[in-house]
């Protein structure tokens, strides 16, 4: 019972605390939220990208 008190409590205090942003405050979080997605994006296809490059070098060595 007590972590369902402690779940609806998180639950409620997050909700409560979005639904009190302005527009400006809104539109700052959409902002961060758009720009951490974009450095993982980024992250993401210059690790995909080595690993080809390394793939492709090591098929040039064993040629």
Not at 23 to 38: F, M, Q, S, Y
């Amino acid at each position: 019972m007590e972590k369902t008190n402690v779940a609806a409590n998180y639950w409620i205090s997050l909700f409560t605390f979005f639904t009190g942003l302005s527009v400006n405050e809104w539109v700052a979080v959409g902002g961060l939220i758009i720009g951490v997605a974009t450095f993982l994006t980024n992250f993401w296809f210059k690790r995909e990208h080595l690993k080809i490059a390394r793939q492709q070098a090591q098929a040039g060595e064993n040629a």
